[in-house]
T-cell receptor
């Protein structure tokens, strides 16, 4: 089955800096890669996703890049703000099969 | 409001006492699943259901049961809870063929 590795497990940055979280996956058939943000006491919420026919996707301060050859994808957050502090999960799935395999998560701390 | 609702949010129980965590979604999604979240292990899938009366094991199904008698409900049953089932549980739903998952708020279960 699919295996998703996520690094780093914790990431501390100063407000205004950029943050990068990286994930690798094992199943070359995976073609959908979402990122979820989990705030304290809440369930994970989708923040951005990318499909295998696209190399990069941006949404305001967040972007995701995908390298299918190397089987890795990354989340980039620019101009970080304290409210970006949360746990971020990457995931991989074969679209249409509705099964997500998650990475272990990254706790992002943004200091004012 | 589109949502996935879990109950209860918090539960403390004793070893061996059967319990049920309910999950309901109002988005007419075909696909529902249960995850457990443990520190350092991320989100691991327990069971999933592709539609009414169709369920299958995820990565960590031991000690759990599920049923899907109605499209909107997907309860998680612990017939004889043990302390190693102390965890944070999430229910999620998604539309058939779409991998985007919508999560509930979580149920924190403690088994003593």
């Amino acid at each position: 089955g699919e295996n998703v590795e996520q690094h780093p497990s914790t990431l501390s940055v100063q407000e205004g800096d950029s943050a990068v979280i990286k994930c690798t996956y094992s199943d070359s058939a995976s073609n959908y890669f979402p990122w979820y943000k989990q705030e304290l006491g809440k369930g994970p919420q989708l923040i951005i996703d990318i499909r295998s026919n696209v190399g990069e996707k941006k949404d305001q301060r967040i972007a995701v890049t995908l390298n299918k050859t190397a089987k890795h994808f990354s989340l980039h957050i620019t101009e970080t703000q304290p409210e970006d502090s949360a746990v971020y999960f990457c995931a991989a799935s074969i679209r249409g099969y509705s099964t997500l395999t998650f990475g272990k998560g990254t706790m992002l701390l943004v200091s004012p | 409001e589109a949502q996935v609702t879990q109950n209860p949010r918090y539960l403390i129980t004793v070893t061996g006492k059967k319990l049920t965590v309910t999950c309901s979604q109002n988005m007419n999604h075909e696909y529902m699943s249960w995850y457990r979240q443990d520190p350092g292990l991320g989100l691991r899938q327990i069971y999933y259901s592709m539609n009414v009366e169709v369920t299958d094991k995820g990565d960590v199904p031991e000690g759990y049961k599920v049923s899907r008698k109605e499209k909107r409900n997907f309860p998680l049953i612990l017939e004889s809870p043990s302390p190693n089932q102390t965890s944070l549980y999430f229910c999620a739903s998604s539309k058939a063929g779409e991998a985007e998952a919508f999560f509930g708020q979580g149920t924190r279960l403690t088994v003593v």
